[in-house]
């Protein structure tokens, strides 16, 4: 859809995903294009958690919805971008990086049409080959790559009706406090007070970045489990969001964060057992806050 420039069926397939995802009914939703209100599969199946689900494949959306934007073209020595963007956006920066091997690319498109104007990599300005890509040598591209690129020449104007389903409200970070996040469960209370006292531990240490990031995104597992407790769901798109179904939402929360912790524990024993010198320290320090 995007080499055709048909983007209103790109915006039309990730308005009814996320409609899925609001909904936590990202199972299988063959019959009606998802909008039947029983499915055997999920309701009863082993995928079932509760009345809702949450399955992998739907991820698929989402992700090419990001990778059409410019049609990541890998090849052994080269990264061919094609910039795809719709008009109603104007200018699009990724603020998270493309990995091309070694290297990370950090990609802002000022968006003016279909062909491209000029690209500059880290403020250097380099060549345009041809006029609707963007080649990226392996060898001549920086290991963190801040790549700009203009386009020019129009799109076609294309008027969405549909609307984007805006209950519940994506929440941003800084807004969270204003939901006054409830206190955690008991199950996950010793949990989350031992990777705290992980993170005192090891930010002591210097040579310990690799383990913090992984108590870091626990930590924000269990606060997102505060978070998803005070939000009020809505009425649901597809089934009525009962009180069942809100309980099941945030059990599915707190299961990810207490996966995350006892995954974290399970590393620092391979540390403790099978670690070299310095994972083996690591894991003495925090066997202490295990304890």
């Known amino acids: ?10 915006r039309r397939s990730a308005y009814r995903a996320m409609k899925w995802a609001k909904d936590f009914r990202m199972d299988a939703p063959w019959s009606q294009r998802g909008e039947n209100t029983n499915n055997p599969w999920s309701d009863s ?33 080269r ?5 795809r963007i719709p008009g109603s956006i104007t200018q699009y920066t990724q603020k998270h990086p493309v990995r091309f091997g070694e290297k990370e690319l950090y990609i802002t498109c000022i968006n003016g049409g279909t062909r491209v104007k000029s690209v ?7 060549d345009v080959q041809v006029p609707d890509e963007v080649i990226l040598t392996y060898n001549d591209l920086p290991v963190e790559a801040k790549i700009e690129i203009i ?29 006054n996040p409830v206190a955690l469960p008991d199950s996950l209370e010793k949990p989350f007070r031992t990777l705290t006292e992980m993170k005192k531990l090891l ?24 978070v998803r407790a005070a939000m009020d769901p809505g009425p649901g798109y597809f089934r009525a969001m009962n009180e069942q179904r809100k309980e099941d939402i945030v059990k599915f929360y707190n299961l990810a964060a207490l996966s995350m912790y006892n995954g974290f524990v399970k590393r620092i024993e391979n540390y403790t057992g099978k670690g070299d010198v310095r994972q083996k ?11």
């Open 1 to 10: 859809y995007y080499r055709l420039g048909k983007f209103e069926d790109i």
């Open 120 to 126: 500059r990599i880290n403020g250097k300005t380099v």
């Open 203 to 226: 930010k002591k240490e210097t040579d310990s970045e690799y383990e913090l990031s992984f108590i870091n995104a626990a930590l924000k597992a269990f606060e997102d489990c505060r």
């Open 281 to 291: 320290r690591i894991a003495e320090i925090l066997n202490k806050a295990i304890k």
């Open 79 to 83: 990264l061919i971008l094609r910039p």
């Open 45 to 77: 199946g082993k995928h079932r958690f509760g009345s809702v689900a949450v399955m992998i494949d739907n991820f698929a959306i989402p992700a090419a919805t990001i990778r059409g934007l410019f049609d990541f073209d890998y090849k052994s020595d």
């Open 151 to 179: 386009t020019e020449g129009g799109w076609p104007e294309e008027p969405s009706p549909i609307d984007y389903p805006v209950i519940p409200e994506l929440v941003r970070g800084k807004d969270t406090k204003k939901l």
